[in-house]
């Protein structure tokens, strides 16, 4: 027997029946996505490591660490697995022009791949669902896609997901704030952790969002950003929140609240919840308003988050608001092999005018005993049992027998002609239920 391949660590394969809770979020998504006037944009899963190397920042976590990079072993080409998608979106705008008759409301969905250590929450294959806003500058879009983030949570029921909030100026501004910082914390230097003095000259913003116990007494003296903003960065700021207090939604400033990706400019936000222990960012994101020119593209501002999709289920199957598994409507029982072509056309009609049907399939001895039949039929969690004998083919018949309580569409065993099946098929979706 051959060697047992199996899936690399931390990728997961998504199988039946939770693939449905899958669909049905991304089903949420576009449809919320829709009315708010975002258009679906997919890029490839493999991109130039140059672009996130220039993207994101030379000195993050993301490119020093965790980036699946690899040559071409037919030109030498450098290339990454997108370990996110903004970057890609924003090159996507750039090589096709996207930008020419005006700003754009594009959304994404898909995988992302990070070298990490796999626990609830942080896989090494991981998926996002992402809204990105181009050529937008004014504070009305940073609420706009803040808003679109919170309307999801109501719509998918979601309960204790809080908002947080800060602004990351402009980059003179971070300037400013940086040299003041380096200048603190090497005043401290015997309490910084390893990590930290790695970062003290390449990324000190980013030792603010320390999760050390023993460096938050520090970190909470540190010279916060928000006391280095000019007057139109404050303006920027404030106008958010008041839009935000315009609709009631409710925020927190968290002054150390950065990102792991250097694009990021004024505005920043994450929606966090302490349900998921460690793994507490849902989404998250902020204005980028230098990366389309950073990777080449004409200047333009532009906005968007990212939300991570397993810990959105987590949270879902935490909350108990994931959908049942979905059933068929109905099982079809054959007990002649012979009658087959009649069968199935009869199901391809039920299926046609919308019926979901599982047909009992056969084996080795044919199609089994009706008892065995009647046992799949009622595992299946089918509301309706279709019985092909030979004496309700004969009379053009088929026998529609109810299996569940509240299968009102026909809620006795009847015998319905095969030749209307397409007429009588509404009655089967009667006691569906709602999607």
Same mark, same amino acid.
Request: hydrophobic share 40%; charged share 25%.
């Given at each position: 027997m051959a060697e047992k391949i199996s899936a690399v660590k931390g990728m997961n394969d998504i199988l039946a029946p939770d693939s449905a809770q899958w669909e049905w979020l991304e089903a949420k998504v576009r449809a919320l996505m829709g009315r708010y006037a975002y258009r679906n944009v997919r890029t490839p899963i !493999?991109? +130039?490591t140059g672009l996130f190397v220039r993207g994101l920042g030379e000195v993050t976590d993301i490119v020093e660490k965790e980036m699946y990079s690899f040559e071409d072993r037919l030109n030498g080409e450098a290339l990454t697995l997108r370990p996110e998608n903004t970057a890609g979106v924003v090159r996507a705008a750039i090589e096709h022009n996207l930008l020419y008759d005006g700003p754009k409301r594009l959304f994404y969905s898909g995988p992302m791949f990070r070298h990490e250590r796999p626990q609830r929450g942080r896989y090494r294959q991981f998926h996002q669902i992402g809204a990105e806003a181009l050529g937008f500058s004014g504070p009305d879009v940073d609420a706009e896609v803040i808003l679109l983030a919170a309307?999801?949570?109501?719509?998918?029921?979601l309960k204790g997901v809080e908002l947080e909030i800060n602004s990351l100026g402009q980059p003179a501004e971070r300037l400013a704030h940086r040299q003041?910082?380096?200048?603190?914390?090497?005043a401290h230097e015997s309490q910084l952790d390893e990590d930290a003095r790695r970062r003290l000259h390449s990324n000190p913003l980013r030792i603010l969002d320390t999760k050390n116990p023993a460096m938050q007494e520090l970190v909470n003296g540190a010279p916060r950003l928000m006391d280095y903003l000019g007057e139109a960065s404050l303006a920027h700021f404030n106008g958010l929140r008041a839009l935000l207090d315009a609709h009631g939604v409710a925020y927190r400033i968290n002054p150390r609240l950065v990102r792991g990706m250097d694009y990021y400019n004024l505005s920043v936000f994450e929606f966090v919840t302490t349900q998921l222990g460690s793994q507490g960012t849902v989404c998250a994101g902020g204005r980028y308003d230098g990366l389309i020119a950073q990777i080449g593209g004409k200047p333009a501002p532009a906005v968007g988050w990212a939300m991570g999709v397993e810990r959105i289920l987590e949270l879902l199957k935490e909350q108990n608001l994931l959908p049942a598994a979905p059933v068929p409507d109905a099982y079809a029982i054959v007990l002649d092999g012979d009658s087959a072509p009649k069968i199935m056309q009869t199901l391809r009609r039920l299926r046609q005018a919308g019926v979901s049907v599982q047909m009992h399939a056969s084996g080795p001895d044919g199609y089994g005993s009706i008892k065995?039949?009647?046992? =799949?039929a009622d595992a299946s969690g089918a509301r309706y049992a279709l019985i092909f004998g030979a004496d309700e083919l004969a009379a053009g018949? !088929?026998? !529609? =027998? +109810?299996?569940?309580?509240g299968a009102t569409g026909v809620p006795e065993q009847t015998l319905l002609p095969l030749d209307d099946a397409s007429l009588w098929a509404a009655r089967l979706l009667d006691s569906a239920p709602a999607a």
């Amino acid at each position: 027997m051959a060697e047992k391949i199996s899936a690399v660590k931390g990728m997961n394969d998504i199988l039946a029946p939770d693939s449905a809770q899958w669909e049905w979020l991304e089903a949420k998504v576009r449809a919320l996505m829709g009315r708010y006037a975002y258009r679906n944009v997919r890029t490839p899963i !493999v991109e +130039p490591t140059g672009l996130f190397v220039r993207g994101l920042g030379e000195v993050t976590d993301i490119v020093e660490k965790e980036m699946y990079s690899f040559e071409d072993r037919l030109n030498g080409e450098a290339l990454t697995l997108r370990p996110e998608n903004t970057a890609g979106v924003v090159r996507a705008a750039i090589e096709h022009n996207l930008l020419y008759d005006g700003p754009k409301r594009l959304f994404y969905s898909g995988p992302m791949f990070r070298h990490e250590r796999p626990q609830r929450g942080r896989y090494r294959q991981f998926h996002q669902i992402g809204a990105e806003a181009l050529g937008f500058s004014g504070p009305d879009v940073d609420a706009e896609v803040i808003l679109l983030a919170a309307d999801l949570w109501a719509e998918l029921g979601l309960k204790g997901v809080e908002l947080e909030i800060n602004s990351l100026g402009q980059p003179a501004e971070r300037l400013a704030h940086r040299q003041a910082l380096i200048a603190y914390l090497q005043a401290h230097e015997s309490q910084l952790d390893e990590d930290a003095r790695r970062r003290l000259h390449s990324n000190p913003l980013r030792i603010l969002d320390t999760k050390n116990p023993a460096m938050q007494e520090l970190v909470n003296g540190a010279p916060r950003l928000m006391d280095y903003l000019g007057e139109a960065s404050l303006a920027h700021f404030n106008g958010l929140r008041a839009l935000l207090d315009a609709h009631g939604v409710a925020y927190r400033i968290n002054p150390r609240l950065v990102r792991g990706m250097d694009y990021y400019n004024l505005s920043v936000f994450e929606f966090v919840t302490t349900q998921l222990g460690s793994q507490g960012t849902v989404c998250a994101g902020g204005r980028y308003d230098g990366l389309i020119a950073q990777i080449g593209g004409k200047p333009a501002p532009a906005v968007g988050w990212a939300m991570g999709v397993e810990r959105i289920l987590e949270l879902l199957k935490e909350q108990n608001l994931l959908p049942a598994a979905p059933v068929p409507d109905a099982y079809a029982i054959v007990l002649d092999g012979d009658s087959a072509p009649k069968i199935m056309q009869t199901l391809r009609r039920l299926r046609q005018a919308g019926v979901s049907v599982q047909m009992h399939a056969s084996g080795p001895d044919g199609y089994g005993s009706i008892k065995s039949q009647f046992k =799949k039929a009622d595992a299946s969690g089918a509301r309706y049992a279709l019985i092909f004998g030979a004496d309700e083919l004969a009379a053009g018949n !088929v026998a !529609v =027998k +109810p299996l569940r309580a509240g299968a009102t569409g026909v809620p006795e065993q009847t015998l319905l002609p095969l030749d209307d099946a397409s007429l009588w098929a509404a009655r089967l979706l009667d006691s569906a239920p709602a999607a």
